[in-house]
């Protein structure tokens, strides 16, 4: 069995990888939470949702979120009435109705980990979603605006009513301390046969994720079957803010800064051709590095990055 670490966009991509290489009935996928809210009274999962429209093949290629083919009717009307204060968080008809299922079963008494099983299953998806837990984490983020600095925001008022452009002091995680992992977290954990830290932000996507109590842990025990996989080439993210928010909050904004996080965690880190030069740099923080083309321009590629992934993992795999 195969777990994956994920949040957003390049996990997404990286699951879509591991599907075409893997029975998808073999992968579990444990999926970051800290940057759900509450919208218009509606509960929203951005990266339980990234990565099951993405699995499904309806994610909107345009955005990277949200449903191709996707009308804002209810957006514009939300605007419309509430002159442009309300609707900044755009929401598709479609994609409305993921997040009124959701809020409408949680409401009912429904853990957040049986309604995403429920919404995986109206996609035909044949892998297992999880979330991270079934308690509510929030991702808060302290920045520096024009108006007050030190400010603390919601993790969606920073990327996207910010438009995650301005500088980042901190990060708590709300709720952290009292969160367990959702059911069949830490049992996946203890039996994959590989472990896989996508390439998400390692800040904001895994980083809360290994802080649910108890999977942190559950990784590091795992950590001769973890493999890794840089989501930074070159010093840039190709997608997001990771680099920036990792030189603002003080890591180094390379791959070997992103060694230093997870090598407590795993024992391999797959790093971009472009970093190259940085594998021995890698190694010298206690990971092996494995280098390989990492950009998932498409199918091909994501299939091809899960092979090296998966190779990098077996006893004297991919070097």
């Not at 079957?225 to 603002?248: F, T």
Request: with cysteine; aromatic share 4%; hydrophobic share 45%.
């Amino acid at each position: 069995m195969i777990v994956a670490l994920a949040g957003g966009v390049g996990a997404a991509r990286m699951l879509s990888g591991l599907v075409e290489v893997v029975p998808p009935e073999d992968i579990t996928a444990v999926v970051n939470t800290g940057d759900d809210t509450v919208m218009h009274g509606l509960r929203i999962s951005p990266d339980l949702d990234t990565v099951t429209y993405t699995l499904s093949g309806m994610i909107n290629p345009e955005t990277g979120w949200g449903l191709r083919g996707e009308t804002w009717s209810a957006m514009t009307e939300l605007r419309q009435y509430s002159g442009g204060r309300l609707g900044w968080f755009n929401l598709g008809d479609r994609d409305l109705g993921t997040h009124l299922y959701r809020t409408s079963r949680l409401s009912e008494g429904a853990p957040l980990s049986q309604v995403t099983a429920e919404i995986a299953a109206r996609w035909g998806l044949g892998l297992q979603i999880l979330p991270m837990s079934d308690d509510r984490v929030e991702t808060r983020i302290v920045i520096d605006d024009a108006t007050v600095a030190g400010r603390e925001v919601s993790f969606q008022e920073y990327f996207v009513g910010a438009r995650h452009e301005v500088p980042v002091r901190a990060i708590r995680l709300a709720g952290i301390d009292t969160a367990s992992p959702a059911p069949g977290v830490l049992e996946a954990i203890a039996a994959a046969h590989t472990v896989v830290i996508c390439p998400s932000n390692p800040v904001v996507s895994i980083g809360p994720v290994l802080s649910v109590p108890g999977v942190g842990p559950a990784v590091s025990a795992r950590r001769s079957h973890v493999v890794a996989v840089s989501p930074i080439i070159a010093g840039r993210a190709l997608k997001g803010p990771a680099d920036r928010m990792l030189a603002e909050l003080g890591h180094d904004r390379s791959v070997v800064g992103v060694a230093r996080m997870w090598a407590p965690f795993a024992a391999t880190m797959v790093i971009d051709d472009a970093d190259r030069h940085l594998a021995g740099a890698v190694e010298a923080e206690g990971m092996r590095a494995v280098v390989a083309p990492t950009v998932m321009s498409g199918p091909e590629e994501a299939a091809a990055l899960a092979h090296m992934v998966l190779g990098a993992a077996a006893p004297g795999g991919a070097a």
